[in-house]
């Protein structure tokens, strides 16, 4: 079910807030921390999938 738009309106009729449920706020949120984790590690260099794997391996993830 699709979530309609809903607004906190000041005296003139301008919006001043949204209302969301908290399963929207909460999903906003980890994408929100997501980003904020791409953002932190994007200088990082990049490894292979190879390598991914035999770290992970290690590690006894998988």
Known sequence: ???REQYV???EGRRTAVLLS???YERLMED???LAIVA???DEESISLQELKRRLKK???I
């Open 1 to 3: 079910m699709a979530a």
């Open 59 to 61: 590690d006894g993830l």
């Open 32 to 34: 929100l921390h997501d």
């Open 40 to 42: 932190e590690r994007r």
């Open 9 to 11: 309106i000041d005296a």
């Open 22 to 24: 908290l399963e929207q």
